[in-house]
C-alpha cells in the first residue's frame, strides 16, 4: 500500500503542474526573503564600519566627529554676505550640509574637502544633480587650493587649526573671509562673533588682509 500511495502521489504530481507549483513557491519565497534579509544585515554592518572608520580618521585628522548641522548652516550662510559670485569652500565639509544650503540659497559656487569616506560618500550622493555648482573632493584640507575661495568655513580642533594657519596666509587671497566654528583662529582678531544653532555655537568671521 505504500509503494502503491507513493507512485500514485507521483503520478498526480506530474499530472498537475499548478499542484507542484504551490508545493514549490513556498520553499522558493523563503529561500529569497532570506537571501534579501541577509543583504540587508551585510549593508548594515558595512555601514556601521565605515562610520565607525569615518569616526577615527576625523577625530586622528583634528575635525571633530560632529558636522554642522543644516539649520545652523543657513543661519552662518546668512551671516556671511555670499552672493552668486562668491566661492565657499569647506575644509572637512562632512555631509555637505553648508555647500548644499549656500547653493540653494544663494547659488553660490561651493568646494569641499572631506576625509572621512562616510560622510563623503553622503555628500557626493546628496550633490549628484548639482551640475558642478557643489564640488566635493575627497582629500586632506591640506590639499586646498585656498586661492579659489572668496569664504572659507572652517570647523576643526583648536591643534589642526594652528597647523593650518602657515597655509591660510600663504594662499588666501587679501579680502578672503575665513568662519571658523567652535574655535577661533590663534593670535587673529575677528570681525565678528556670533553664536548660532540650537547648540548655541560659536562663529569666528575674519578677513584676510
Not at 24 to 31: A, F, T
Not at 61 to 82: D, F, N, Q, R, Y
Not at 149 to 164: E, Q, R
Request: aromatic share 10%.
Amino acid at each position: 500500500m505504500t509503494l502503491l500511495g507513493r507512485s500514485l502521489g507521483t503520478a498526480g504530481a506530474r499530472d498537475d503542474p499548478a499542484g507542484s507549483l504551490l508545493l514549490i513557491l513556498p520553499l522558493y519565497y523563503h529561500n529569497l526573503v532570506g537571501s534579501f534579509l541577509f543583504i540587508i544585515f551585510g549593508l548594515l554592518v558595512l555601514g556601521l564600519a565605515l562610520w565607525a572608520v569615518s569616526n577615527i580618521i576625523a577625530i586622528l585628522g583634528g575635525s571633530p566627529p560632529v558636522h554642522t548641522g543644516l539649520a545652523t548652516s543657513h543661519e552662518i550662510i546668512k551671516s556671511i554676505a555670499l552672493t552668486p559670485k562668491s566661492t565657499l569652500m569647506d575644509l572637512g565639509s562632512g555631509t555637505g550640509n553648508l555647500l548644499i544650503a549656500a547653493r540653494k540659497q544663494y547659488n553660490t559656487n561651493t568646494v569641499g574637502y572631506e576625509l572621512s569616506p562616510f560622510p563623503y560618500l553622503v555628500s557626493r550622493l546628496r550633490t549628484l544633480f548639482s551640475h558642478g555648482k557643489v564640488k566635493i573632493h575627497y582629500a586632506s584640507v591640506f590639499e586646498a587650493d585656498l586661492g579659489q575661495a572668496t569664504h572659507i568655513f572652517i570647523y576643526l580642533l583648536p591643534k589642526m587649526l594652528l597647523t593650518l594657519l602657515p597655509k591660510i596666509k600663504k594662499e588666501a587671497r587679501v579680502g578672503t573671509k575665513i568662519i571658523t566654528r567652535g574655535f577661533p583662529l590663534p593670535d587673529w582678531q575677528p570681525i565678528k562673533k556670533l553664536t548660532v544653532g540650537r547648540e548655541k555655537t560659536n562663529i569666528f568671521i575674519y578677513q584676510v588682509k
